[in-house]
C-alpha cells in the first residue's frame, strides 16, 4: 500500500517513487523521522501507521481525513512474523515453527506492532 497509494496521487507519476525514499514519501506516524519529514509533504499527504483506530488524536476523528485499512490474513502473519524474529537479532529466538506458533496462538511471546 506504500508503494500504490503515493502513484495514485501522483496520477500514476514514478518519479516519486524512484526519486524519494519509501519512508520520506509515507512516513510512518509511530516514527521520530515524521517530524522532519511532515511539513516537506504535500496535499494530499499519505501517512501510514499500525496504530489503531481507537488510538487516533480527536482532531483526526474529527477531520476529513481518508483512511484505508489494510488487514491480513493471521497465518501470513504468523509466517511473517516467524521469519521476521528469525532475522530481526533485537528479538528473542523464535525457537521451532511449531513452539512459535503455539505461543502465537496462545497469545504468548512478544507482541509486535508490526505483524
Known amino acids: 500500500m506504500q508503494e500504490i497509494l503515493p502513484l495514485v496521487l501522483n496520477g500514476g507519476d514514478l518519479t516519486p517513487v524512484h526519486t524519494v525514499v519509501n519512508w520520506d ?19 494530499p499527504r499519505a501517512l501510514v501507521t499500525h496504530f489503531p483506530y ?4 480527536p482532531s ?9 485499512n489494510v ?4 497465518k501470513d502473519v504468523l509466517v511473517s512474523s516467524y521469519y521476521f524474529h528469525q532475522m530481526a537479532n533485537f528479538l528473542e529466538d523464535p525457537g521451532s515453527f511449531d513452539e ?3 505461543k ?3 497469545g504468548r511471546g512478544q507482541r509486535l506492532l508490526y505483524s
Do not use: C, G, Q, Y
Open 25 to 43: 514519501r509515507v512516513p510512518w506516524l509511530e516514527e521520530t523521522r515524521l517530524a522532519k519529514v511532515v511539513d516537506k509533504l504535500t496535499s
Open 54 to 57: 481507537s488510538f487516533m488524536p
Open 60 to 68: 483526526f476523528h474529527t477531520s476529513k481525513a481518508k483512511v484505508i
Open 71 to 74: 488487514i491480513r490474513n493471521p
Open 100 to 102: 512459535f506458533m503455539d
Open 104 to 106: 502465537f496462538l496462545e
